[in-house]
């Protein structure tokens, strides 16, 4: 094993892998419609696909094949310190192949482009079922399916006006409509990669990004080839949290778009006055205010365009608890005995402590681990890791979680030291990915629906289980080497910012080297 310092480039063997995952995965993209990707109707302007059709088990065996191959490349780099080197034309070349598949691993891109449709054509999304606009004739709120055919828009107002934008570039061509999406993805996780790498430097850091984010394959299949508006809910609060140290009121505004595109990304707030904690009570004060109000000059505007109803799908949302969380056979043990809305109750104020309770687990594995080396600004990463720590802690410990919620998390991990939360982060979001193949409630065959539902419903909630069972065991141990006690950090902070050197004390000699 190499020297903690070094960063070296991957090995063949991990090239290999990453190869493999990634041709599975786009040619799960670029073939016909199956149990992971929905038909998209006439291709119009937009990519078109294979003549290649997958039947349920192959396209099923394909994902799994192909995400465990990449988190197995991801797990030999972080035992053996050993990233991908990835130039900028490389990357950009990655972008353009997500660009030529179509998304799979769910039908929310669908969803999207109803909405979209919705609104662009003056209808209320966050009031109007995708099923009854247009009597049920539209082209592409008729694409709209199982379960969310009767359900409006749960998502803000900013990500129905981006929705909003590509359903009028797209027009009555739903393949259009969603391809344009997908650039919109692209774009967002290029910009992420771009902000980290604007937020440290040096090769250490540069790998950290590359493996966690950039090529890695269980990141890249969920979030970029989905097509999930989680990429673009994080680019947004990265680039808040980049410009906070700074800009805090212009940095206020792109946070007012991050929570205006998803709600959750509001810990972003709550990160910056974390990292503002060691400035005088003025500046914080300042600093607060000036972010308050640029979230406040967007955040507004754009609920009073979405209105009243913007929230109505949010507070229903609330209380549903899904498959694959831990809380799923919690809420079945207690349905019984107390009934289906206690059981509800029951179960959403057990999360809330759960969370506030993993705040705490990975406060202090964030302290013991420290700032990944080329941390290049105290501030910023300080906001990083606690958005990785606040963002991280609600996606385990929600009722209602999908992979794709974990975008901010694997978008923050890599301002992290190399500790043992990448690979407890890397088995969760492994096994959540696999839980939710092929992607789709319709087009499976009974036995891969059954084994589909066997892994989501008697696998992932325990190793969820397990999951905080490791983090609780990590911390207890950081805590009584002292690593991860306030003021006794693992790691330092970051550089500090640069002042006047104070000379020795009278005949005090000074140490070299």
Not at 239 to 256: K, N, S, T, Y
Not at 264 to 272: F, I, K, N
Not at 280 to 290: P, T, W
Not at 458 to 483: F, K, S, T
Request: proline share 9%; aromatic share 8%; hydrophobic share 50%.
């Amino acid at each position: 094993m190499p020297a903690p310092e070094q960063q070296l480039t991957a090995t063949r063997g991990q090239q290999l892998l990453l190869l493999a995952s990634g041709t599975g995965l786009l040619l799960v993209g670029v073939a016909g419609p199956s149990a992971a990707r929905p038909g998209l109707g006439p291709r119009g302007w937009a990519p078109g696909e294979l003549p290649l059709h997958l039947t349920s088990a192959t396209v099923t065996a394909t994902l799994w094949a192909a995400y465990l191959l990449g988190a197995l490349a991801v797990a030999l780099g972080l035992w053996r310190r050993t990233a991908p080197r990835l130039g900028w034309p490389l990357v950009l070349g990655l972008g353009g192949l997500a660009l030529l598949t179509a998304p799979f691993g769910s039908a929310d891109h669908t969803n999207y482009a109803a909405y979209g449709r919705i609104a662009a054509q003056g209808g209320d999304a966050y009031l109007v079922p995708p099923v009854t606009w247009a009597g049920g004739h539209d082209p592409v709120t008729s694409a709209v399916e199982p379960p969310w055919t009767h359900t409006p828009s749960i998502y803000g107002p900013a990500a129905t006006a981006l929705q909003a934008l590509a359903s009028l570039v797209g027009g009555a061509n739903l393949r259009q409509t969603v391809w344009v999406w997908q650039v919109l993805v692209v774009l967002s996780w290029l910009a992420v990669r771009w902000l980290l790498l604007r937020a440290g430097t040096g090769p250490r850091w540069q790998g950290r990004v590359d493996l966690l984010w950039t090529a890695n394959p269980v990141v890249f299949g969920v979030v970029v080839l989905g097509a999930h508006v989680d990429v673009i809910a994080t680019a947004l609060a990265l680039a808040a949290v980049v410009l906070a140290a700074r800009h805090p009121g212009l940095a206020g505004l792109v946070l007012g778009l991050s929570v205006s595109t998803k709600v959750t990304d509001a810990v972003v707030g709550l990160a910056l006055l974390w990292s503002w904690r060691a400035l005088g009570r003025a500046e914080l004060v300042r600093r607060a205010l000036l972010t308050f109000a640029g979230f406040v000059v967007v955040a507004a505007p754009l609920h009073v365009w979405a209105g009243p109803h913007v929230f109505s799908q949010l507070e229903k949302a609330r209380r549903s608890v899904s498959f694959a969380t831990p809380w799923r056979p919690v809420l079945e043990w207690l349905t019984g005995p107390l009934g289906g809305g206690a059981a509800r109750t029951v179960v959403t104020t057990a999360a809330v402590v759960a969370v506030v309770a993993l705040v705490l687990l990975l406060a202090v594995l964030a302290r013991a681990a420290g700032p990944a080396p080329g941390a290049a600004d105290a501030m910023t990463t300080s906001a990083l890791l606690a958005t990785l720590v606040t963002g991280t802690a609600y996606v385990l410990g929600a009722p209602y979680s999908l992979p794709w919620y974990d975008a901010l998390t694997w978008a923050t991990l890599p301002a992290l030291a190399a500790s043992a939360l990448d690979g407890i982060l890397l088995a969760r979001l492994l096994v959540l990915v696999l839980a939710y193949v092929p992607g789709r409630v319709v087009a499976m065959s009974p036995a891969v629906e059954s084994f589909s539902l066997g892994v989501r419903r008697n696998l992932a909630p325990y190793a969820g289980i397990l999951v905080w069972l490791l983090l609780a065991g990590a911390a207890v141990r950081a805590w009584r080497r002292g690593a991860g006690r306030p003021g006794r950090p693992g790691r330092p902070p970051g550089p500090r910012p640069p002042g006047p050197a104070s000379p020795p004390p009278p005949q005090q000699p000074v140490r070299q080297g």
